[in-house]
């Protein structure tokens, strides 16, 4: 089943990844039906193709069926102090269910890792929540570490981050 391609989105597919993402995260959090595109999404060009993010996608025969992110960190959580450090936020991670579980996810991981350490980034930070099967522990089998749990009973939003000397 590894006959995916991993590369960054042409510009011609952006509306195309927008709607898997969007379709996705809205399948993950049936709450967000009604919301607007967030910031990045709606901008995903300048946020991921001119700025300082990045995004990778993954196809198999031409079928869009992965894609990861990763945005500047915006010191949006307070009780993160990532201030004086290059830090991106790893985000919009999602793999078609019949593509999981076949190492998708690692190897677009592990693609956007190196181009993180080719711009000298120096941490990857990340949040996710103990509701998502096996997030937590995929991401520390990636070499991520909790470093804070929210006391919020619904969300348990958890704080992950990786400082690795190959990211300096």
């Not at 001119?50 to 995004?55: A, I, L, P």
């Not at 009780?79 to 190492?103: A, I, M, S, T, W």
Request: charged share 20%; proline share 7%.
């Amino acid at each position: 089943m590894q006959n995916w391609i991993i590369k960054a989105p042409h510009p011609t597919a952006v509306a195309e990844v927008v709607a898997f993402v969007d379709n996705a995260r809205r399948d993950i959090f049936p709450m967000l039906a009604n919301s607007p595109l967030p910031k990045d999404l709606a901008h995903f060009t300048e946020a991921y193709l001119d700025g300082e993010g990045h995004f990778l996608e993954a196809r198999d025969q031409g079928r869009l069926i992965a894609v990861i992110g990763y945005l500047p960190y915006d010191h949006r959580f307070p009780q993160l102090d990532y201030r004086g450090k290059h830090v991106v936020e790893v985000v919009r991670l999602f793999v078609l269910p019949e593509y999981r579980r076949h190492g998708l996810a690692a190897a677009l991981f592990a693609a956007l890792r190196e181009h993180a350490k080719a711009v000298g980034v120096e941490c990857l930070y990340l949040h996710t929540h103990p509701f998502l099967p096996g997030a937590i522990r995929f991401w520390e089998k990636q070499g991520f570490v909790v470093v804070d749990v929210e006391a919020d009973p619904v969300w348990r939003t958890t704080h992950m981050e990786l400082l690795h000397p190959g990211l300096t």
